[in-house]
Nanobody, 121 residues
Framework: QVQLAESGGGLVQAGGSLRPSCTAS????????MGWFRQVPGKEREFVAA????????SYADSVKGRFTISRDNAKNTVYLQMNSLKPEDAAVYYC??????????????WGQGTQVTVAS
């Protein structure tokens, strides 16, 4: 089992930045690829970004390319999502997930509880 806990969401003005993080406990963090997804009420959970177990491979949704950066620190069992130039449409609950590298929720076996990101226009 892997337990995931997100933090670092919050309220930010459009154009601002946030850096949510996700810390894992339990089985070996470095064995898993990590992903970030987001969801707004009434919509499906949407892929945001993923990073491979060693950090050498990354993938991004087109909507966040050039603005968001995913990274991980295996020594700290933590994955980060640096979000710059935030837009109102980025507002959502952001979830981290652990599993196989991919852009669909089916690739991931473990999920955090989510952290709210609100972007004021």
């Amino acid at each position: 089992q892997v337990q995931l806990a997100e933090s670092g969401g919050g309220l930010v003005q459009a154009g601002g930045s946030l850096r949510p993080s996700c810390t894992a406990s339990g089985r070996t963090f470095s064995s898993y690829s990590m992903g970030w997804f987001r969801q707004v009420p009434g919509k499906e959970r949407e892929f945001v970004a993923a990073v491979s177990w060693g950090g050498g491979g990354t993938s991004y949704a087109d909507s966040v390319k050039g603005r968001f950066t995913i990274s991980r620190d295996n020594a700290k069992n933590t994955v980060y999502l640096q979000m710059n130039s935030l837009k109102p449409e980025d507002a959502a609950v952001y979830y981290c997930a652990a599993g196989r590298f991919g852009s669909t929720w089916r690739s991931y076996d473990y999920w955090g509880q989510g952290t709210q990101v609100t972007v004021a226009s």
